[in-house]
C-alpha cells in the first residue's frame, strides 16, 4: 500500500511561493500508469485539482492555476513537488498528494494546511 505524506511551510506571505513536497513510500513514482498530483480544499469550499505529473514526467495543470503552478519530481527521493507563485490569501487551503492510476485518485496524503497571510 503506497503512503504520501505532505510537507511544506504552514504560513507563507502574500506574494511569495508556496512550496510543498509529497513524499511517497511503499511505492514508485516512475511505475507505468501512476500519476502524483495535488488537490486543494480552501475554507468552507470544495475540493479543487490543481495538476499532476505522470510516470514519465508529463505535467497536467488546472487551466485556472496553470500560469502559477509548476509540478515536479525528484526519483532519487521518491519526491513529488508543488510550487504556487505569488501567493494570495485565496490560496489559503488544505493541501493533499494524491495519486492516480486510470484516470481516477486511489491514494491521499493526509494533507497539510498552508495559510497565506501577512
Known amino acids: 500500500q503506497v503512503q504520501l505524506q505532505e510537507s511544506g511551510p504552514g504560513l507563507v506571505k502574500p506574494s511569495q511561493i508556496v512550496f510543498l513536497t509529497c513524499t511517497v513510500s511503499?511505492?514508485?513514482?516512475?511505475?507505468?500508469?501512476?500519476?502524483w498530483g495535488w488537490v486543494r480544499q480552501p475554507p468552507g469550499k470544495g475540493l479543487e485539482w490543481i495538476g499532476a505529473?505522470?510516470?514519465?514526467?508529463?505535467?497536467y495543470y488546472s487551466p485556472s492555476l496553470k500560469s502559477r503552478t509548476s509540478i515536479s519530481r525528484d526519483t532519487s527521493k521518491n519526491q513529488v513537488t508543488l510550487q504556487l507563485t505569488s501567493a494570495t490569501p485565496e490560496d489559503t487551503a488544505v493541501y493533499y498528494c494524491?495519486?492516480?492510476?486510470?484516470?481516477?485518485?486511489?491514494?491521499w496524503g493526509q494533507g497539510t494546511q498552508v495559510f497565506v497571510s501577512s
Open positions: 505529473i505522470d510516470y514519465a514526467a508529463r505535467s
Open positions: 511503499g511505492g514508485s513514482i516512475t511505475t507505468t500508469n501512476y500519476a
Open positions: 494524491a495519486k492516480g492510476e486510470d484516470a481516477r485518485i486511489t491514494d
